[in-house]
């Protein structure tokens, strides 16, 4: 069996919501343990798929037993009309396997986006993706305003989850208070998980 492990799930098309759970990984190691970071793949129209199952490069696509398995999951899409992109609602939706067992019930859950614009739907975006995990049972770890960044950010962050504005080009890098809320946050799915597994006696 593998150690405990935070999942940290996502979907980026250009890198973007990627370095947010790169961000978020560290997190979840300073609050002590083991991040396993995955993606989903692109879908297209073809009814067959057209890509291989192992990426080219980046990370490995998630399977249905890293969500299974996982103590904790951290979920990351960037927004797409205030909305998660499609491929990660793709594989949520292939999950009632999961759901009908309640594997996901009481493990605890945060979420992320990345977005073009800094009033373009982070939070519709990142309320939407908790839908599904709230579905599933998962307990929701948001970002508290003990945060002092949350409240000095003139970039990402909301109570709801990490966030990051990306700009029009999508080339703006995460600034230091949006590294530090994906860092609180992966520390306190973490920290969250460790207390949820520690056996009651
Ligand atoms: C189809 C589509 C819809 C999008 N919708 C929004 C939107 O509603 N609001 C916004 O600010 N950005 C929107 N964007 C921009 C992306 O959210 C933004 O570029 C994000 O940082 C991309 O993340 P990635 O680098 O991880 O792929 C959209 C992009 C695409 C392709």
Sequence with gaps: MSAPYILVLFYSRNGSTSEMARQIARGVEL???????????AIS????AVAPSIPEQGCLY???DDLKNCSGLALGS?????????????FLDGTSTL????ALVGKPASVFTSTASLHGGQETTLMSMLLPLLHHGMLVAGLPYSEAALLETS????????SHHAGADGKRALDQHEITLCRALGQRLAKTALLLETPRG
């Design 31 to 41: 609050g002590g343990m083991e991040a396993r970071l995955r993606t989903v793949p």
């Design 45 to 48: 129209s073809e009814i067959e």
């Design 62 to 64: 998630a399977s249905l």
């Design 78 to 90: 960037p927004t797409r009309f205030g909305n998660m992109a499609a491929p990660l609602k793709y």
């Design 99 to 102: 759901w009908l067992t309640g």
């Design 155 to 162: 970039g990402g962050g909301t109570p709801y989850g990490a």
